[in-house]
């Protein structure tokens, strides 16, 4: 699919298509598919509300805008039955703080979800406000057992981390964590303890992956922190860490200690 048209014909198939439970779209830099065309689409996501699992891959597709978001907010609301949801807007650089809005609408709606991935890697900047909307969406996905957030965080400060910790302590249920940090050159020792101490309450954690390169103020307090918390998991049997050069020296010695 290149183009709205596509789109649109792709979601007539789906409307004739009963009891669907698995649905899966991947296009890859479609520069030709605006938000009308996830409107076409998303109308044919409100007829199928068995639905189980959906993936939509869009990335950079550049003219995607926050209006996408909200035509796919609306459709998702309407799959009380969804367990797994896959979202790639890498590199959609005209999704805004707004776009993140209409996805936290949708999430609370979301009750069934069990599995979570979403990137929004690339050109996406989030920052304090937009990182507040998502998560305070996601924190009402009580039985999500599964979550991989891929994001820009160039300009989150201590308040989006503050929220993102806060989100950890509420997902009470979550066996499966993929976070990526990198580049988030505001983020200190002070954010990663907040971190910490909520990744303490996942009990039933057996798979962490973290991606901290980048991050140039963290220091080997703030690493401390992370390494006493990951010992109290008994859980955990898969840790994946992306450090820079300097903090994976210091993350040796820790080990060791």
Known sequence: MTNDQDLKKFGQVVKSTEKLQVLRINCWNCQNITHHGLDYFCESLKTQRFLQKV????????????????????????LPFLKDLFLNFTECSKVTEEGFFFLS?????????NSLYISLLGNVQVKDEGSEYLFEGLKTLIFLKKLVLLLNCY????VGISHFGELLGRLKALQKLDICFSDCRLMKDSELQIISNNLQKLTLLDHISLAFSGCPLIT???LFSIWNCLKQLTS??????NLSKLAISSFEKLSRN
Do not use: H, V, W, Y
């Open 55 to 78: 993936g939509l891959s869009f990335p950079n597709c550049s003219q995607l805008t926050d209006k996408a978001l909200q035509n796919l907010s609306e459709g998702l609301m309407r």
């Open 105 to 113: 609408q949708s999430f609370q709606r979301l009750k069934s979800l």
């Open 155 to 158: 300009e989150i400060t201590d």
């Open 220 to 222: 080997d307090l703030g």
């Open 236 to 241: 955990l049997k898969s840790l994946i860490f």
